[in-house]
């Protein structure tokens, strides 16, 4: 898969305007670089095992 830098600009732009929810910038910015929202749900429990 190709890395779309135009797409990940406008993803992160659109993520840090002021009227954006900020509640949904880590998924904007996973989104941003082709990552899936599971990311944070995987992570989560994997640092609960330690």
Same mark, same amino acid.
């Given at each position: 898969? %190709?890395?779309? @830098?135009t797409?990940?600009m406008?993803?992160?732009? %659109?993520?840090? &305007? @002021?009227?954006a929810d900020?509640g949904?910038?880590?998924?904007a910015?996973?989104? %941003?670089?082709?990552f899936p929202?599971a990311?944070?749900?995987?992570g989560? &429990?994997?640092?609960? &095992?330690c």
């Open positions: 898969m %190709a890395f779309d @830098q797409y990940c406008g993803t992160l732009t %659109a993520a840090t &305007r @002021q009227d900020t949904e910038f880590i998924y910015f996973l989104d %941003a670089y082709g929202k990311i944070i749900t995987w989560g &429990r994997g640092l609960q &095992r």
